[in-house]
């Protein structure tokens, strides 16, 4: 049997990164309480890859995507340090005028719920028109109506459809619209947040198998969000875990799956899985919960639940330790592993990081 | 799974139970088209399919919160297919569901331990509010939450808590049979995994019978003792857990059990086994293989008429004529 | 981890050994929620401040001004303008202004806040037995209210009042007629909505009669619409009413009333323009301040209602 594994995906690229976030936090802050959401992430997506960031509810993974496209709601999001870089430039300095430019354009969303994503009052095609012209506003209305019908069929709607309504399309047709809106002006990054958790299983792997294609024609980076392995392990070339506002693990997808290294809780995850493989009559699922992003506890966050949990991952949170040129993992168990050096990210402002007495 | 001990009268049977619903424009939507089922105590069967396949409508038909068209519901050898509110109400102490959201399916205006004592007060289980509320308690410590929590609200709490909150609500007349409506397709994983640990060891304690609706294959797996898969509001196949994943019979079973991502790298470039098309529609349906206009082994004979369904082998019910001749090749490509 | 062991307490969440000692299941309070959110609303705050003087005013109206006053013409005094003896002066009648505010107020208010509650009463009893029931119920009543609203209001009312006469009682039937309409809709909208919340069919998977359902899931959860709508309506009532009593269908004379002030200040509006300025006043003052703390509630009560 051939070896299996994309060997391409596996070079270490030394070009620039299409996508750069370093030390980002973000905190939402109401009259009551401020949620921390984001604590100090580091991610990198490459040109033509896809990186799955992976965590459960709460994690701070929708919050992230929202921060790339400074989407946060207005009177309660701040991104409080950090830099987010898009194609070598900063977003974070970007005036709003040159956002909109970006949005939609150079980095497209797709969010999780294709119920709502559609206006109910307007036909597929004029929403998709309405993208279209709006980042090309040149184009005549002729050229404008091609497009549509291009973009519709590149996801597999019949062209003729584009006079219909939303509620005249199933879940998986609507999820192919919201994603052919988002491809339509060819964007260079797409991030798509829990694109199929809304979907039959059945229409998940042709949604998905969708997404792969025009990944791979388009040449789109993809961010995909999602709590499924499996669908990181079918479609990622790199992955992020998420946990309580951290990256606590991230590397390719060798890495992550097939690794000797992992963080207490990735291998949580994998473990609680319900596996069609499996024999075993019971779960194993991490005891606990999430911890309260208003209410962080010092150190690590997974400590409560860790099974491995020392005196130190209470007091002090775990520096990121880089292995291979690619696998970044964030606890204590690799303080002594020698094979792993610590990274400092290029430094924004120092505060956080290093010292965390 | 325990040992069930099937010698003895089931205690939830149907028979050919259909419950059709009249459209605006006069058309007939057949969400649930002659099911047949048995159910034992202590046994739990998983009923599978997609959104459209009626097994929501299945579950709520069973409990007669939705009136059934046709067929017959036996309950402990009652039947009760025709009962009225009244007597069902009775019927309401054995008989019991647990929703799949839990965010809607609890009063937002109630405190969690007003929720989970209501049932017992409709009921007037015991003489005084202090007595139901104490009993209640007893429930919260039964499904693991916390009695501190017993005042809050549940918006208050998060999905796995407020699921457990509809366990406890669900537990406490003491039923026999609980439908388990699609229970932690609204949970994080890891959370899924606790509450179905809680469920399995309930089921262990109390000796319920489970119907366990979801469109989570491995989920089902788990907790199932024998599995129903269901497509537009037909039995496809029927048969015990392991059997279905060792040896799937229908094609619609084998195209579910391929579309489902798995968590491995080493089988990344295989091409997912995609089922071409959309669900066709429930509504006024015509005889017929149903899964034939998307199925690649479709023949003319397949769309003649509904295929019946037939025990291809002990214990193992299809509903596809071509199931023999296709199990060779099933199970080729299912190969772990 | 020890307490790894054992697994129910592991699906009890992060806190094992937690106190289990509640021993009196209190339902706290949500009204405590709800008064903190409103008190951030300025607006709502200052509107709030507003009304609790002006009911004050009018609740002791006997003692600042005795209703002799309001209705004891001295000749003397006709259109005098105010002073330190008059603060708001004096009418064509001689009667002094702020007295006659006061007490015409008193029957301003009663009449407007009797007229809400009873038409509200009326209105969201029809309307859930509309939204619960349906079908044949549901038609007949919302056909009956179509036939209602029909007709104008204020003819309506002309008709009620002029056939039965006008005082307080029959006031209060002619406007709770008028009103009462827009609470069918309201509420029947609300119930259907909330009939299809799935807690109700846990509720009836549990046994729940339908009384029982209207009652103790379907009104608590529709009471933040519904209350919203009451104090707005107050504050419709407030102008509504003072519109009859300057057509001359209100409480009949020598009782003072503001829509009654406003009619009779215009006949003297050239010689003393201040007269219509009072009465005018209170009635707007009152109209806003109602519908601040109308807008303060609805802010208040939302979010709770999305959650």
Redesign the interface.
Known sequence: MSDNITEVKEEVTTAAPLLSIKDLKVTYRTDLEVVEAVNDIYLEIGKGKTLGLVGETGAGKTTTALSILRLLPNRTGFIDKGEIFFDGESILDMTEHQMQHVRGNRISMVFQDPMTALNPVLTVGDQIAEAIKLHNPHLSAAEVDQKVEDTLQMVGILPQRKVEYPHQFSGGMKQRVVIAIALCCEPELLIADEPTTALDVTIQAQVLSMMRDLRDRLGTSMLLITHDLGIVAQTCDDVAVMYAGEIIESGTTKDIFLGGRHHPYTVGLFDSIPDLESKSARLNPIPGLMPDPTDLPPGCPFAPRCRECMDICREKRPETKLFGETHRIRCHKFDQDAAGTVVTDEPVEEEGGKQDE | MSDIDRTAEPLLKTVDLQKYFKLKNGAMLHAVDGINMELWPGETIGVVGESGCGKSTLGRTILKLIEPTAGRIYFEGKDITDFKTAQMRKMRQDMQIIFQDPYSSIDPRKSVIEVIAEYMIIHKMFRTKAETYDQAAKYMDRVGLARRYANSYPHELDGGRRQRIGIARALSLNPKFIVCDEPVSALDVSIQAQILNLLMDLQDDMKLAYMFVTHDLSVVKHISDKIMVMYLGQCVELCESEELFKNPMHPYTDALLAAIPRPDITRRNMEFKLIKGEVSSPINVKPGCRFGARCEYCTEECLAADPPLKEVSPGHFCACIRAEELKAKLQADNEF | ?DE?KN?????????VA?????VT????S?AKEIWRRFR?NRGSMIGLIILIIIFLLLIFAEFISPYEIAIKQIPENILAKPSAQHPFGCDAYGRDVLSRILHGGRVSLAIALIATMTSCIVGSTLGAIAGYFGKWIDSIIMRALDIFMSVPDILFTMTVVVALGANFVNLLIALTLAYFTNYVRLVRSQVLNLSE???V?????????NA?IILS?II??AMGVIIVNVTLNVAKIIIYESTLSFLGLGMPPPQPEWGLMLSEAREVMRKAPFLLFFPAAAIVICACCINLVGDGLRDALDP?LK?
């Open positions: 981890m790894l697994t129910a307490a592991q699906a009890a969440g992060a806190a937690a106190e289990d000692e509640v299941f209190k339902r706290p949500q951030k919340q799935e807690y069919e846990a509720a009836r998977a549990g046994g729940s009669g029982r899931h608590p959860n709770h959650s």
